[in-house]
T-cell receptor, first 110, second 113 residues
Framework: EADIYQTPRYLVIGTGKKITLECSQTMGHDKMYWYQQDPGMELHLIHYSYGVNSTEKGDLSSESTVSRIRTEHFPLTLESARPSHTSQYLC?????????FGPGTRLTVL | GESVGLHLPTLSVQEGDNSIINCAYS??????FIWYKQESGKGPQFIID?????DKRQGQRVTVLLNKTVKHLSLQIAATQPGDSAVYFC????????????FGSGTRLSIRP
């Protein structure tokens, strides 16, 4: 079973701030993902990575960027947060066909 | 396009009864299906999976059934317990989108005492 860590777990910030959501995994998985999810709703893929120095945009344009400099680390950055970014952000890594999810970051933009 | 959808947004079950959560998918090229459980405030947790060359797979208290003819899969939970209360998601992967797993909207399962 994979260990996926996300920090912070909760974040409240003002509009226009730059923020980075951290995600790390300790199992050496090459594929990693970021999803946005409103409570009880489906997951929307915003970014994914096949491995180091590989990043791809997902189906949802969230005005965010990612980087993959190390296998274990896949941070998500919002350059200028807006109230529409208020949501839960889930990070996942994948082994074979199974994704393992972190606990999520609940973001509120005022 | 590809889509995975659930028939019911909420399901209420008496404790001890069996629960059946249904899911429909539209892409006949999907070759792998997964059920996730998401408790409040947590990330989705893998429950059970099934490949398209199978029609049934059993785990501990859970069974997934796949009907490729009507593009339908279900999750059966035996002897439902209070700890089973959560939102359940089905997800699919197709051979054409090897890196993307598509999630459907969730079904909330609530347990009556």
């Amino acid at each position: 079973e994979a260990d996926i860590y996300q920090t912070p777990r909760y974040l409240v910030i003002g509009t226009g701030k730059k923020i980075t959501l951290e995600c790390s995994q300790t199992m050496g998985h090459d594929k990693m993902y970021w999803y946005q999810q409103d409570p009880g709703m489906e997951l929307h893929l915003i970014h994914y990575s096949y491995g180091v120095n590989s990043t791809e945009k997902g189906d949802l344009s969230s005005e965010s960027t990612v980087s993959r400099i190390r296998t274990e680390h896949f941070p998500l950055t919002l350059e200028s947060a807006r109230p529409s970014h208020t949501s839960q952000y889930l990070c996942a890594s994948r082994q074979a066909d199974t994704q393992y999810f972190g606990p999520g970051t609940r973001l509120t933009v005022l | 396009g590809e889509s995975v959808g659930l028939h019911l947004p909420t399901l209420s079950v008496q404790e001890g009864d069996n629960s059946i959560i249904n899911c429909a998918y539209s892409n006949s090229a999907s070759d792998y299906f997964i059920w996730y459980k998401q408790e409040s405030g947590k990330g989705p947790q893998f429950i059970i999976d099934i490949r398209s060359n199978m029609d049934k797979r059993q785990g501990q208290r859970v069974t997934v059934l796949l009907n490729k003819t009507v593009k339908h899969l279900s999750l059966q939970i035996a002897a439902t317990q209070p700890g089973d209360s959560a939102v359940y998601f089905c997800a699919e992967k197709t051979r054409s989108s090897a890196s993307k797993i598509i999630f459907g909207s969730g079904t909330r399962l609530s347990i009556r005492p």
